[in-house]
């Protein structure tokens, strides 16, 4: 472990009984850096922060976080960490600078620091006119740039957010974002976050993409999309499994029904399109053409879509009593 590394985890496993919520994760994240954990719900994206943040103990493995081991010195580790939970834990009968004021005591920010401090971190969420309100009367926004604002206060070294923009509409979701480059930009810290956007993880400086407790990807947003490769195309067909046999038999290329459509990937979509309309032999009622994405990453490694992936641990959850009550596999 040197000081450039901020976290570090080694073939880290939590296990509920015979559920394996994480299987045995590898993973380092340098100082300094926004490390985007991406996949669908029920992907062991939370049971994993919730080990490197002390929450839960690890069944196996180890992780270090800010230099600490998060079993053996799990103290040393809280004190260095700050975090923001999926959902809020704000007190709403309290004014906002109470909420961090309380905060405040229970970390042991010293007293001649407090005042400057508190302006600083609800500066930098645009809520210091605000101090005095009562969070109950805040937006869903408002709370979660506030829950990041306690987060910060005591000034951590690694600042976990789960789930940091989940509920939210795109337009406070993309303000939360601006929120959170800002401070990469004002703040030493480094910042961990699990979201299950693809749009968002495209922040991140790097991206572990996790399906079923388990790393299938870790590179820089760029990287993982170049190594698809190809663009994707899709076309609404009348009879899909038809069509995706005429593409093997016509073109010699592999096709899946992904959401209700044939989808395949090609190299220079756009130009492609035209060979298929003449040449697959089946009415095509649309036709849609994407450069490589996250999303795109994801089915090339799983064969799925994150969002059919969410509904398939969806349908897990319903079907697995002991799943649903620990939730342990988000």
Known sequence: MTEAVAIEVEGLVKTYGAVEAVRGIDLTVASGEIFGFLGPNGAGKSTTINMLCTLIR???????????????????????????FQDTTLDGYLTAERNLRLHAELYGVPRDVLDDRLRQVLEMVGLWDRRRSKVSTFSGGMKRRLEIARGLLHS??????????????????????TYI?????????TIFLTTHYMDEAEYSDRIAIIDRGTIIALD???????????????????????AVAAVAERFGLTASVVEGQVTLAVENGEQFVPRLFAELGRPIFSVSVARPSLDDVFLSFTGTTIREAEATATDRLRGNPMMARIRGGR
């Not at 690890?58 to 260095?80: I, K, L, W």
């Not at 337009?171 to 939360?176: A, K, Y």
């Not at 760029?222 to 698809?228: D, E, I, P």
Request: aromatic share 4%; glycine share 8%; hydrophobic share 35%.
């Open 220 to 242: 820089t947003p760029s990287a993982l999309k170049a190594s698809v490769g190809k663009d994707r195309v899709s076309i609404g067909t009348d009879d899909n499994e038809r």
């Open 58 to 84: 690890p069944t196996a493995g180890q992780a270090s976080v800010a230099g600490y081991d998060v079993v053996r010195q799990r103290d040393d580790v809280r004190r260095n960490i700050g975090l923001v």
């Open 156 to 177: 951590p070294r690694v600042l976990f957010l789960d789930e940091p923009t989940v509920g939210l509409d795109p337009q406070t979701r993309s303000s939360i974002w």
């Open 181 to 189: 480059q800002e401070l990469k930009q004002a703040e030493d810290i």
